[in-house]
């Protein structure tokens, strides 16, 4: 039942033909006003639907419907009939009805001569300007019901870790800036001028402090915050279902991960995420995050190119670089010329120089660089009728990356692409990876990621660091990365190996982590977590691909607010509170 005190009986998707006789209250938004040579009617629209409103009963002043133009909120009280039978409706739940209104009132109206759009006009309104006036967008039906997929979604996930005998525990917003991968959001201090407090890119140093603090299980629901290089499935504040497990081994917490996505997802109990190495899945599709609703999977062929002509071939397969090849079948359809040269658009953004190719047919290669396939080359590759397309180059991380892209396009291309969800464990991805501009090497997750627990010993000896494994693992959906975790480092004489291989001297480990290395002498459990991208998450059980949709404010992909207009300068007192000026 509920709760009294609503201006309204029912919503405006409520009413059926039960309800017939009966007088009620609806509040909501004029969606239609339709004069039909003196018979007026309305269609009120709230969230949950619409209602039509009839007049033929209404003794008031027939003149007020003049006002309720469309977008204004108004409250009619009325009582339910029955529509004529050739008056029904059946594209609305509520078509069998009316309400025949005997008060009106106009709560707020709408200034329909500078309304920049109507949510349910006839035309669609500019991105930009769904943005700026975010608040009339959210009035569609699409994006109030991603609202509450994602409130039920949230509640679901609260409702698994909960039964598991997880805690929810608040982490700081105003934190300490310490060095993780992407650059801090930072905030001048008032208090201690100088010094500033950082808004956190995640909770990681705080999650395994509540693991020393004895706090078991945690899990929150929190924001993070990155700022990060332009991209347009990425925001400025995004949010995470962290999750963090004393005394937990990789497959506690894949369990656990699997649970989760049972009840978010709604699959069978007995559903399992197939799992693949790291090195497999770049061998295979190119990436760490692979979409496998589809095959076109990659081929490495570059020792079949080593005493080739063809310069762009042998040229990467005597230089240690890499030629990947994919395969297309005959029966997935055929590529003409010019849309086969403009494959090297789609490889170009990844550091591709082209996509070269030759077709087979009956056995025979034919067209782009079918002059350089021998017999040797075609026995080895096959001679099934198709299309072969290859990346070539002198770094690897190139070809993998531009190979993925090709795939990627193809898959949509030749509409391959299954419509279902599609989930994938990555594990043993690399520990660290080498930065040629720094000279240096970074962590390839984040510096609190244990090494393979077999390889602690070479790793505190700064042996095979270059291809020493972590204790890491993404969970990948559909080619989106939305989980990812790892075993922590629990040992303070193994963080500060971390550290110093990371580049920094022990008086900066002290500066930035002093704190965390403190806690880690104190008698630490074995601990390992996760966290899920809810954005993400939200994207694919909503079935869009803009991530902008399932946030309720959400920034543009140059990290500007259009509504509220910010960033935005800061008064000049409140700079001198800060002590802080900005440069000219």
């Known amino acids: 039942m509920a709760l009294p005190g609503l201006m309204r009986t029912h919503h405006c998707g409520e009413l059926r033909k039960e309800h017939v006789g009966s007088e009620v209250i609806l509040c909501g938004w004029v969606n239609k006003y339709r004069d039909l040579g003196g018979l007026h009617f309305i269609d009120l629209r709230d969230k949950f639907g619409l209602t039509q409103l009839s007049f033929v009963s209404f003794e008031g002043n027939i003149g007020l419907l003049k006002k309720c133009h469309l ?84 509640f679901k996930a609260r409702e698994v870790l909960n039964g598991e005998g997880f805690i929810e525990v608040e982490t700081p917003i105003l934190y300490k800036s310490t060095p993780e991968g992407a650059r801090d959001y930072l905030v001048p201090s008032r208090n201690y001028p100088g010094s500033v407090y950082a808004l956190p890119q995640s909770p990681q140093t705080l999650k395994q402090l509540l693991m020393i603090g004895g706090t078991d299980k945690y899990f929150q629901i929190c924001r993070c915050f990155r700022d990060e290089d332009f991209r347009a499935d990425r925001q400025p504040e995004f949010s995470q279902i962290d999750i963090e497990v004393s005394f937990a081994t990789q497959d506690y917490i894949k369990k656990l991960a699997e649970k989760l996505v049972i009840n978010l997802f709604g699959f069978d109990d007995d559903f399992e995420v197939p799992r693949m190495s790291f090195d497999e899945a770049m061998r295979r599709y190119g990436s760490d995050k692979p979409d496998v609703r589809f095959g076109l999977e990659h081929q490495i062929v570059t020792e079949y190119f080593k005493e080739s002509d063809f310069k762009v071939f042998s040229g990467p397969a005597n230089n240690d670089g890499m030629i990947k090849a994919i395969f297309v079948e005959e029966k997935c359809g055929d590529m003409s010329r010019k849309e086969l040269d403009a494959l090297t658009e789609v490889v170009k953004p990844h550091g591709g120089k082209g996509v070269a190719f030759f077709k087979v047919k009956d056995g025979t290669p034919s067209g782009g660089v079918s002059k350089f396939i021998n017999e040797d080359i075609l026995t080895k590759l096959g001679r099934e009728n198709g299309i072969w397309l290859f990346c070539a180059d002198n770094d690897q991380d190139v070809v993998h990356s531009s190979a993925d892209a090709l795939r990627r396009h193809l898959g949509q291309h030749f509409n391959l692409i299954e419509d279902a969800y599609k989930f994938l464990w990555v594990y043993d991805f690399p520990l660290l990876e080498w930065s040629a501009e720094e000279k240096r090497y970074a962590a390839r997750h984040h510096p609190f990621t244990s090494p393979k627990l077999n390889c602690v010993a070479d790793f505190l000896n700064g042996e095979n660091l270059a291809t020493m494994p972590a204790e890491a693992y993404d969970l990948v959906c559909n080619g989106y990365e939305i989980g990812g975790g790892s075993i922590r480092i629990y040992q303070n004489h193994v963080q500060s190996k971390m550290f110093e291989v990371l580049g920094m001297s022990e008086e900066e480990a002290k500066y930035q982590f002093g704190f965390f290395l403190e806690a880690l002498k104190y008698g630490v459990p074995p601990h390992g977590g996760i966290a899920f991208g809810l954005d993400r998450i939200i994207m694919l059980l909503a079935g869009t691909d803009s ?21 935005s300068k800061p008064a000049t007192h409140q700079l001198d509170d800060l002590n802080m000026r900005f440069k000219d």
């Open 547 to 567: 991530i902008r949709d399932v946030i309720a404010f959400p920034k543009t992909t140059s990290a500007a607010d259009v509504m509220a207009g910010c960033p």
């Open 71 to 154: 977008e204004s909120t108004i409250m009619a009280k009325g009582m339910v009939k029955e529509r004529p039978s050739e008056a029904t409706n059946a594209d609305m739940l509520t078509g069998e009805v009316e309400v025949h209104v005997t008060q009106l009132t106009i709560l707020s109206e709408n200034n329909i001569d500078s309304i920049p759009f109507l949510p349910y006009g006839a035309t669609e309104a500019s991105e930009e300007l769904k943005l700026k006036y975010r608040y009339l967008d959210l009035r569609t039906k699409r994006l109030q019901d991603i609202l509450s997929l994602r409130s039920k979604t949230t």
